[in-house]
């Protein structure tokens, strides 16, 4: 018995008849569940190299990428795809999701097309139109759910909402959307890989421009409803595309995380990753949208009454990084020259390793005009080179560390001057602009002609401790240099991430772990903090822990924790052995894993 390549996906009834001279038997043989076959050559997800379809469709570990383009932080995720209940509930969503509500005959031809099921999939791993999985929340408080940055799986999110009656689970952000948008994927069949954006763009009026806006002293301002996401984590997956014509088939862009509607829904993609490059707007689905996030201009202004004293366009923050997993490996792979034509690379750390930050070129200018008007009006506006400035930032942050950093001044011109200094630091959600400022620095300077000058600067841990556990606390550090003779004034801005501290998880006999075999995994910890810290470890493992290991632990100032962890693996192959430390005081979120090749 076979299936064509074009038959839909879902829960099939299998029947026996047995027709004879004396008549006709029906028995019942039972169910099966038809998936996309990406190892077929007719099917619409075929996929031609097996190590990639390993890697996107059968793998059930994985790597985010999160924190910023010049500081990249990366936490361990486990599918769960293979685990037992979670293609059942992967078809439940389909089940349950508007379109086979309103017309199932309908719904059901529509499955042999991915391009169709991924739409569907899309709408339903959020909440918003639906029975969907998961609901988001950015607020900064989840008293009544889970804080997204716990979860460390798929299979506790799905099995949760099909317990639950398929509530919503509460609460998922980006990256979190994108994980179980990713194992629902590679449940049916389709290839499948996590995307990061780095510095991506939320415009929400269509015209490819993010406006920002500064006062005198450096803080950002909540003007523009656009913002840049320091990070946004959406998948891929592996499809062909006829509806769009020859030369659009291969990876889609889909977004899971709701954002802005899609013929009426909280959707995204499948927008063609070619199309994205080659800027065809045009095409299905949601190009544009795409397009805006790893393209779109910048313009940074400083304000006062309304007006524009400053501005920058900045034509590269934007999409400065796409990262996925490197196949075969937990390393990134980057993959940003597959989505822009041109890109001014970076060295990574180079903010880090001495070298200038690009000084922030500023207009100077007394137009009255409303804030857009005065966008627009740039080509108008003389060079101001007189000062620059720029940050620089001396050590990678680190939790728990103070932040130190330099201010570096020059005077371009023959003659000396007197100059005020406003350097600002402000929380920063990864998703939104920036809220209070937590720190802040006002100096007078004097520089004289042709002259630099660099004003050291440091943040206490004391003075930025987190309020709430995060996998990524970010800062927006600026600085607005003003000429006191001419009022001329020139800005220079960074966005940072702190990385929380990691866990070392290490496997006793790495080089032999059988099957069924019992084994012992480490975990170690050293308290970089002052005080005793204390918090929850817990150990998961998808084909190794039959349950999560959950460990209470208090741990005294710089002293090393070391727990053995036992387990016995139940599947072969590549699999992850992951720890999260969650501690209360102060609210960190620590990840640690170690992966393993158990032989069979």
């Not at 097309?113 to 999985?133: E, L, Q, T, W």
């Not at 997956?237 to 291969?250: A, I, T, V």
């Not at 602009?433 to 006002?442: I, L, Q, R, V």
């Not at 990524?472 to 960074?494: G, H, T, Y």
């Amino acid at each position: 018995m076979s299936s064509p390549a074009s038959a839909s996906i879902g829960v099939y009834t299998l029947q026996l008849r047995v027709e004879t001279r004396l008549g006709v038997k029906t028995h019942s043989v039972g169910q099966f569940t038809l998936l996309c076959n990406p190892w077929s050559q007719a099917d619409s997800v075929y996929l031609q190299s097996e190590e990639l379809r390993t890697e996107y469709v059968q793998s059930d570990i994985g790597m985010l990428f999160i924190g910023s383009s010049r500081n990249v932080a990366s936490r361990p995720w486990s599918f769960d795809q293979h685990e037992k209940g979670i293609l059942d509930i992967c078809m439940k969503l389909l089940q349950l999701s508007p379109q086979h509500q309103a017309d199932m005959r309908r719904d059901l031809q529509n499955r042999s097309n991915p391009v169709y099921i991924s739409r569907v999939i899309s709408a339903m791993v959020n909440s918003n139109d639906d029975k969907g999985v998961l609901m988001g929340n950015w607020s900064g408080h989840y008293s009544d759910g889970v804080n997204p940055s716990m979860w460390t799986g798929s299979a506790d999110i799905l099995k949760k909402w099909a317990e639950t009656q398929f509530r919503p689970v509460r609460y998922g952000q980006c990256w979190v959307f994108a994980a179980v948008m990713c194992t629902v994927m590679r449940a049916l069949g389709i290839p499948t890989r996590v995307i990061t954006n780095f510095n991506s763009a939320h415009d929400t009026d269509g015209n490819m421009v993010i406006e920002e806006y500064y006062d005198g002293n450096g803080k950002k301002l909540p003007i523009s409803s656009d913002s840049i996401w320091n990070f946004h984590v959406w998948v891929e997956s592996w499809m062909k595309r006829p509806d769009l014509g020859q030369g659009y088939d291969g990876w889609q862009v889909l977004d899971a995380t709701p954002q802005e509607r899609s013929t009426g829904m909280f959707r995204c993609g499948p927008a063609s990753v070619k199309a994205v490059y080659q800027r065809k707007v045009e095409a299905k689905y949601d190009v544009p949208f795409i397009y805006a996030e790893v393209n779109a201009d910048v313009h940074e202004m400083i304000v006062r009454d309304r007006k524009v004293l400053s501005k920058r366009v900045d034509k590269h923050r934007v999409g400065a990084l796409i990262l996925t997993k490197l196949p075969g490996s937990m390393r990134r792979q980057d993959i940003t020259s597959e989505y822009k034509n041109e890109r001014a690379d970076m060295p990574f750390w180079e903010s880090y390793a001495g070298a200038d930050m690009p000084f922030w070129e500023s207009y100077a200018g007394d137009d009255e005009r409303s804030f857009r008007c005065a966008v627009a009006d740039i080509g108008a506006r003389e060079d101001f080179k007189g000062v620059t400035v720029s940050l620089k930032l001396l050590n990678p942050p680190v939790v728990g560390e103070n932040i130190s950093f330099d201010v570096v001044i020059t005077n371009n011109e023959a003659a000396p001057k007197q100059l005020k200094k406003h350097v600002n630091a402000q929380n920063k959600e990864y998703n939104r602009n920036p809220t209070g400022t937590f720190w802040e620095a006002h100096d007078d300077v004097k520089i004289g002609p042709n002259k630099t000058v660099t004003a050291k600067h440091e943040i206490t841990f004391k003075e930025y401790m987190l309020k709430e556990a995060a996998d990524v606390f970010l800062v927006n550090l600026a600085v607005v240099i003003e000429d006191v003779r001419s009022q001329e004034k020139v800005l220079a801005s960074e966005e940072f991430n702190i990385r929380n501290p990691s866990l070392s998880v290490q496997i006793q006999n790495e080089s032999s772990v059988i099957i069924y075999a019992p084994q012992v995994a480490t975990v170690t910890f050293v308290n970089p903090f002052n005080t005793a810290v204390s918090g929850e470890l817990t150990i998961s493992g998808s084909g190794l822990l039959e349950e999560k290991a959950q460990i209470r632990v208090t741990i005294q100032p710089r002293e090393t924790m070391k727990k053995p962890i036992n387990f016995t693996p139940r599947m072969a192959g590549s699999k992850m052995l992951s720890a999260n430390l969650v501690l209360t005081n102060p609210p960190t979120i620590l990840h640690g894993f170690t992966t393993i090749n158990v032989i069979s």
